[in-house]
């Protein structure tokens, strides 16, 4: 993906407004395929640690969509995704649960590789 648009969609995903957020966060599908090793990997570091922090239900739902999204077309591999870890469990509710559990054994596998 060209840098420009690679960077506007980063500014994107850092907005302070909850719709911007979760728009840019939805489009990740549409493009998965364009972003580079590089790219894919900031994007999926960049989306685990925003997921940790989002106050938005929505925005969160979009959030853990999008890893998804990058780990079907196999993205992230190397990406690390403890920060999902410290989503607050208040804050997974019944929408989130299903990406939760796809991604836990992998939170799992970078908590505990971590610490070893």
Avoid: W
Avoid at 68 to 80: A, I, N, P, T, W
């Amino acid at each position: 993906m060209e840098s420009k648009y690679y960077l506007d969609f980063l500014r994107d995903l850092l907005s302070p407004d909850e719709k911007v957020r979760t728009e840019a966060s939805n489009r990740v599908q549409d493009f998965v395929n364009l972003l580079s090793d590089t790219q894919a990997g900031v994007t999926g570091e960049l989306l685990a640690m925003l997921a940790s922090h989002e106050k938005s239900r929505v925005a969160l739902e979009a959030l853990l969509h999008a890893l998804s999204d990058l780990d079907g077309c196999g993205k992230l591999d190397r990406v690390d995704l403890s920060p999902l870890g410290e989503i607050p469990e208040s804050a997974i509710h019944v929408e989130h649960r299903e990406y939760m559990e796809e991604f836990a054994p992998r939170i799992a596998g970078s908590i505990n590789g971590a610490g070893g």
